[in-house]
């Protein structure tokens, strides 16, 4: 069971009581065999087992990935800030 903490972004740290949480911009690139998609926004989140949550939960539902091809192989790529990937999650239908 994911521990989801009570500050989920940079405002809400700010305002938390807690001094230990501190939250980082993640970015999630979509990879596939001859195309990367790249995230130029990004996600603030406390950690990336939160974003990782996040996106597993997202690849769950029915249509959220209907635009994938079944036939290729597909991965979301998460970077940190300093643009080290930090977890690569494949995408499956």
Known sequence: MLAVHACA?????????????????????????????SDEDGVEA??????????????????????IDPRECWNIAIRNESGIIVKRIPIIK
């Open 9 to 37: 972004t940079r405002d809400q740290a700010f305002m938390s009581p807690m001094d230990h949480c501190t939250v980082s911009r993640f970015f999630l690139d979509l990879e596939g065999k001859d195309t990367t998609i």
């Open 46 to 67: 406390q950690d990336v087992d939160y974003v990782v949550a996040e996106i597993q939960a997202v690849i769950g539902e029915k249509d959220s990935v209907s635009f």
